[in-house]
């Protein structure tokens, strides 16, 4: 198994719904991490778990919440979002912490906040 | 603070034509570059990288090119095939504040290919 899979593919929620995106990789990678892409920009990092545990947080506010239950998977927690947070969200995988190691991308949940 | 650009948001190039994609950057801590090509509705997909240590490093259709002094890349794609449509971001693994490495990448480039 090569793959990220990430569910759902698309959500649509209002801002005061709680939700939950889900991220799950069978590679035996270690490091795990959630990307945000708005419409013609470059993907920019959220989070990164190495070995299960958070490691970087880029200043993300607390309505996304990340957990990491397991070295499979990693899910990310949607509360009171804006709808400026409607966005692409990946996921990706890599074997370690290292930019350089090549990351695996699942295919995205196109997320719209109503 | 954009550290990795990508400069033509877009390109159209004839099938059969040779595709190069461009890039800077400005910080010269870098020593490492990855492509990476996106379809729509995807996620992005490794494609080739160089290590600084190099200047040329070739994958059958695909050759990154480095030029150090003047930090800059390209992206080198013959013969282009229509399968190449897509977007294709430059990018370079950058120590973050918490000391370890994380991907950053550039704006990305839309290349069509043109039957």
């Known amino acids: 198994d090569t793959e990220v899979t990430q569910t759902p593919k698309h959500l649509v929620m209002g801002m005061t719904n709680k939700k939950s995106l889900k991220c799950e990789q069978h590679m035996g990678h270690r490091a795990m991490y959630w990307y945000k892409q708005k419409a013609k920009k470059p993907p920019e990092l959220m989070f990164v778990y190495s070995y299960e545990k958070l490691s970087i947080n880029e200043s993300v506010p607390s309505r996304f919440s990340p957990e990491c239950p397991n070295s499979s998977l990693l899910n990310l927690h949607l509360h009171a979002l804006q709808p400026e947070d409607s966005a692409l969200y990946l996921c990706?995988?890599?074997?370690?912490?290292?930019?350089?190691?090549?990351?695996?991308f699942g295919s995205g949940t196109r997320l719209t906040v109503v | 603070d954009q550290q990795v650009k990508q400069n033509s948001p877009s390109l159209s190039v004839q099938e059969g034509r040779i595709s190069i994609l461009n890039c800077d950057y400005t910080n010269s801590m870098f020593d490492y570059f990855l492509w990476y090509k996106k379809y729509p509705a995807e996620g992005p997909t490794f494609l080739i990288s160089i290590s600084s240590i190099k200047d040329k490093n070739e994958d059958g259709r695909f050759t990154v090119f480095l030029n150090k002094s003047a930090k800059h890349l390209s992206l080198h794609i013959v013969p282009s095939q229509p399968g190449d449509s897509a977007v294709y971001f430059c990018?370079?693994?950058?120590?973050?504040?918490?000391?370890?490495?994380?991907?950053?990448f550039g704006t990305g480039t839309r290349l069509t290919i043109i039957p």
């Open positions: 990706a995988s890599s074997q370690e912490n290292l930019g350089r190691a090549g990351y695996t």
């Open positions: 990018a370079a693994p950058l120590i973050s504040n918490f000391g370890n490495e994380k991907l950053t």
